[in-house]
């Protein structure tokens, strides 16, 4: 297969550009998700009136609807209310949204993990909720949900395949349209793989590397 190195070298600044609004999508992401899962999971572990079933009810709706359904609700719903949103508003509340209830479920996990005795010492020494948050179970959640959280974190990243249906042009709007202008199937498609796998395997890599140090820590390696 004969590629035309050309029209790669002339492509490059498009796919670089679109590299950059993947990687800010992303990081936008995966830092809100992840407050809003800690929140959110403490919400649910405390059971707090009122907020409980909110919190139950977002869950259910962010992870059980596609990505694709709720960024058009943002892009095309919104407006009929009079509420108008740009292309990377939408693409970022929908990411965050989606990632959310995953991050929800990646800490409630981790600190339903933790050992009960573990909670009823510390609020048996006298330690206020905060602070059996603070220092008891959030580290060892963190430490837990690692694998979770970093399995979440690259499926946010790649998820940013989809804003692409609300015209922003993303790494896979790019690829569509030097295809559909150029025939160049081959090396637009190149491109896209390459872009991703600069994106993905950097944040695997550090992923892998922080779990591993986090579990030497635990047992004392």
């Not at 990632?99 to 050992?115: L, N, P």
């Not at 430490?143 to 042009?169: C, D, R, Y």
Request: charge should be neutral; include cysteine; proline fraction near 3%.
């Amino acid at each position: 297969m004969n590629l035309d190195w050309d029209f790669i070298a002339e492509s490059l600044p498009l796919y670089i550009d679109a590299m950059w609004l993947t990687l800010e999508l992303a990081l936008i992401a995966i830092g809100l998700s992840m407050v809003l899962g800690l929140l959110f999971s403490l919400v649910l572990f405390y059971k707090i009136k009122g907020l409980r079933g909110i919190v139950i009810g977002y869950v259910e709706l962010s992870r059980n609807t596609p990505l694709l359904v709720q960024l058009f609700f943002l892009y095309y719903g919104l407006p009929k209310i009079g509420l108008h949103l740009s292309e990377f508003n939408c693409a970022a509340i929908g990411l965050v949204f989606l990632g959310g209830g995953y991050m929800t479920e990646a800490f409630r996990s981790g600190i339903e993990a933790i050992s009960k005795s573990q909670i009823e010492s510390g609020l048996s020494i006298g330690l206020s909720r905060k602070q059996l948050a603070r220092y008891v179970m959030l580290p060892q959640a963190f430490a837990i949900s690692i694998p979770s959280l970093g399995a979440n974190a690259i499926f946010l990243l790649k998820e940013t395949s989809i804003v692409g249906a609300i015209s922003l042009m993303d790494l896979m709007n790019v690829a569509k349209d030097l295809i559909g202008m150029h025939y160049k199937t081959a090396e637009s498609l190149l491109l896209l793989v390459l872009a991703y796998l600069l994106l993905v395997l950097p944040l695997s890599l550090l992923l892998t590397w922080v779990e591993r140090k986090v579990r030497h820590a635990e047992f004392g390696g």
